[in-house]
Nanobody
């Protein structure tokens, strides 16, 4: 079992950048986990925006963020980052970090979740 803690959210103007971080801790933190970033805006479902295999060799991006966001794995075991550039107002949402055994693009594919961090993009 792992605990995930996100950080780096905040308020930014459209066109700006933010970098989200997610760090894992807990009894099974030394296992190899695929990790992902999801987001959920008010009234919308939680959807995946980027995911990475445990070693960073494979990555997935939702069409809405491809070319603007970059997911990367850190040197610390099971840490993951999301560099968000050219932010748009429609990127406003709560962003969640998730970890699971296999790379997936669905909520059901992940066993562990962070508490979420708010990203607000103003016009």
């Amino acid at each position: 079992q792992v605990q995930l803690v996100e950080s780096g959210g905040g308020l930014v103007q459209a066109g700006g950048s933010l970098r989200l971080s997610c760090n894992a801790s807990g009894p099974t933190v030394d296992r190899n986990y695929a990790m992902a970033w999801f987001r959920q805006a008010p009234g919308n479902d939680r959807t995946v925006i980027a995911s990475s295999s445990w070693n960073g060799a494979s990555a997935y991006y939702a069409d809405s963020v491809r070319g603007r966001f970059t997911i990367s794995r850190g040197n610390v075991k099971n840490s993951v980052y999301l560099q968000m550039n050219s932010l748009k107002t429609e990127d406003t949402a709560v962003y969640y970090c998730a970890a699971g055994s296999l790379l997936s693009t669905t909520i059901d594919g992940y066993d562990y979740w962070g508490q979420g961090t708010q990203v607000t993009v103003s016009s």
